[in-house]
């Protein structure tokens, strides 16, 4: 009896089944090559390409401004920070509060956090060197003493009057331990307009930024500030901070904070698209694997391993 012809359909089926893997094997193994399992939107560079151009957003433009946010981190709230606001609108949290260090400046009576206190003494010095005597009038006043002080100015000048000359208690900047009133040995214009026009106040509104203070309520800013002009008024913010209040022209806290306040939203805002554009991206590579899966879920096993799947 001659031998009958092998069948033939199992051959066929390994065959297609071949073919067919191939088939969905080559264009989705190329795009997952092309895509490497990376989350970036279509049209990114990948870490191979070419370094940015000179127009592209460098990296040291972003360090800063994260550094300038780190600094402002909850101005109105952290009375710690030599870039809190106070004002009668952003009054201390809580009001009565009272700094953990304070020191001597000077070896005065006169009081304020270590930091502040430091750079005092070094403006000082300076004022000195150049042929200045200034001195320390007061510096650091207790939520306790303001309320006294407050109530003596209503009592003199009534209270509309009193709150253009001092602060209501719980809104003043000396509270933080960051500010203090300066004058000359001399006493001569002591807590006056008149400072401005000696040369010990012209030297002070020169130079003050270099050791990180402002002449904290300017003259013909009383809008702003809330308060007459008070060229014997410092307020410490930190050597940066008061050097770029001066390149930049600003002349009041409360415009720099406004734009600190502005840089902070910007940050804000880039990093809730920074983080919706990431999770897009997550999530379309989450659907292409799941398509993949069902497109291949036919395969044999060993064609499902060489897939990647």
Request: with cysteine; aromatic share 8%; net charge negative.
């Amino acid at each position: 009896m001659p031998t009958p012809p092998r069948p033939l359909h199992r051959t066929a089926t390994v065959a297609t089944t071949l073919v067919l893997a191939t088939a969905f094997m080559l264009p989705a193994a190329a795009a997952q090559a092309a895509s490497g399992g990376d989350t970036r939107p279509a049209g990114a560079p990948s870490s191979s390409s070419a370094p940015p151009s000179p127009g592209d957003t460098g990296h040291e433009e972003k360090t800063t401004n994260d550094s300038r946010e780190g600094d402002y981190a909850a101005y109105t709230l952290d009375p710690t920070s030599p870039l809190v606001l106070v004002n009668e609108h952003h009054p201390l949290h809580p009001r009565d509060y009272v700094p953990q260090d304070l020191v001597a400046v000077n070896g005065s009576g006169a009081r304020m956090v270590p930091e502040a206190a430091a750079a005092l003494e070094r403006l000082l010095a300076a004022a000195r060197d150049d042929g200045h005597a200034l001195i320390v009038e007061s510096a650091y006043r207790s939520y306790d003493y303001q309320v006294g002080l407050f109530r003596r100015y209503t009592n003199m000048y009534g209270e509309a009057y009193a709150s253009r000359i001092s602060a209501r208690p719980g809104t003043s900047e000396h509270q933080l331990g960051l500010s203090a009133d300066i004058g000359v040995a001399s006493g001569q214009c002591s807590l006056k307009a008149c400072l401005a026009d000696l040369p010990a106040g012209k030297w002070t509104a020169a130079h003050a930024a270099e050791y990180g203070f402002i002449i904290r309520y300017p003259q013909g800013r009383q809008e702003i500030t809330g308060y007459n002009f008070e060229p014997w008024h410092l307020r410490y913010l930190g050597v940066d901070a008061a050097q770029e209040m001066r390149e930049q022209e600003v002349d009041t806290f409360e415009q720099y904070s406004d734009e600190l306040a502005a840089i902070r939203a910007a940050r804000q805002a880039e990093a809730r698209r920074e983080a919706a554009a990431a999770q897009a991206s997550r999530d379309a590579a989450a659907e292409r694997r799941q398509r993949i899966a069902e497109e291949t879920g036919w395969m044999p096993d060993w064609a499902r391993t060489a897939y990647g799947q």
